[in-house]
């Protein structure tokens, strides 16, 4: 299917996609190439730039390619960026490398705290042992076993919590309050969100000016994934969409970007626990009201049907997050028709027997 240029059209919402946050101002910059588009967030072209040489080679220059069995499905063409290759199967490694740097240039070995429902942990966890800082991980009690022990096996301290990733937040904040440590808010802290923009620099440096590029669908939760990689899409390559995709069962950053303002929501219900927040970071969503041009709320039964289109077209193995981008697709097909869109696989870790609940047997 050959490549298209038209542009992706989104559909009506509270918050049409060229308003910003109060107060903000596209006029200026925080860094980019000369004549790049010009938007005002927290993040750094230059920046992002200079974060890649920090990030370990096993996380950086992730396969990417065009999917064309999956795409013949879909309708579309679709480009995969797979960041499930590394030791700790998720793209979170390049945030946590990018602010363990950081740590380190700034104070030495000061021990790390981070609340996490598996991926970040594990990130931190791998950076912090790479560079001698030890980490603990808060995380709830019904987190995936699989994640937990994966956590501990990379040499992080686990402390349980009874609640869900809200709570966890907060105990988090507490200990690193109480005992000294380096509190790690995914998103919120801004190298998660950069070091997450490197993945922007590799999807258009392989793409080049040869591959028009309509859209490129990604994993919403905190919101480092979607601006990370949005702003560098949207500063190098303007006329592509950036769109996060969202869980119906877990929509608090899509309901406040609709909203232009924070939106809390009071339960989780979805089987995507890499982006199942309920408090969204108003410095998180300012960026994102930025730089994504939509963000979509998709259902279970796509997000489970994502997982197996995935594992039967490209023989991947992944978690529920990292198939939104296929499920926004499966969502509304007359969309995305024809064009050529980019997803970020973020995350492959799933328990054998969830997989073969969701995927294989389709419950």
């Known amino acids: 299917m050959a490549a298209s240029t038209r542009t992706i059209s989104a559909p009506a919402s509270p918050t049409p996609s060229a308003e910003v946050a109060p107060g903000k101002d596209r006029s200026r910059s925080g860094g980019g190439d000369e004549g790049a588009k010009r938007i005002v967030v927290r993040l750094d072209l230059d920046r992002i730039r200079a974060a890649v040489p920090h990030i370990a080679p096993v996380f950086r220059d992730t396969p990417q390619y065009v999917c064309e069995p999956l795409g013949a499905v879909l309708g579309c063409r679709i480009t995969l960026k797979v960041e499930t290759l590394n030791p700790v199967r998720s793209f979170k490694g390049r945030g946590t490398e990018t602010v363990l740097e950081g740590v380190v240039r700034q104070g ?13 942990g594990q990130a931190l966890a791998y950076s912090g042992r790479r560079r001698g800082v030890p980490c603990t991980v808060v995380a709830s009690s019904a987190a995936s076993v699989l994640k937990l022990q994966r956590m501990r096996d990379l040499g992080a301290g686990v402390h349980l919590v009874d609640g869900d990733i809200e709570v966890a937040r907060a105990t988090a904040r507490d200990l690193a309050d109480r005992d000294g440590l380096h509190l790690v808010e995914d998103s919120e802290d801004l190298a998660t ?99 994504a041009d939509d963000a979509i709320l998709v259902e279970e039964d796509n997000i489970r049907a994502g997982m197996r289109l995935l ?52 419950r």
């Open 108 to 120: 030495g070995s000061r021990p790390v705290i981070c609340a996490s429902a598996g991926n970040l």
């Open 193 to 291: 969100c950069e070091g997450a923009g490197t993945i922007g620099l590799e999807l258009l440096d392989v793409l080049g000016a040869g591959e028009p590029l309509d859209a490129v669908l990604l994993a919403l939760g905190g919101g480092a994934l979607v601006t990370g990689v949005g702003h560098v899409v949207k500063t190098l390559a303007p006329g592509t969409a950036v769109v996060g995709v969202q869980p119906h069962g877990a929509p608090a950053m899509t309901l406040s970007w609709r909203a232009g303002h924070v939106v809390r929501t009071e339960t989780i219900d979805t089987i995507a626990d890499g982006v199942a927040g309920r408090h969204p970071v108003p410095e998180v969503l300012d960026d994102l009201l930025t730089i």
């Open 311 to 362: 594992y039967e077209h490209a023989g991947l193995v992944v978690e529920p997050s990292a198939a939104l981008g296929v499920a926004a697709v499966l969502e509304d097909r007359s969309r995305f028709e024809g064009l050529h869109v980019a997803t970020v696989v973020c995350g492959g870790n799933v328990t054998p027997g969830d997989f073969r609940r969701w995927v294989i047997e389709g």
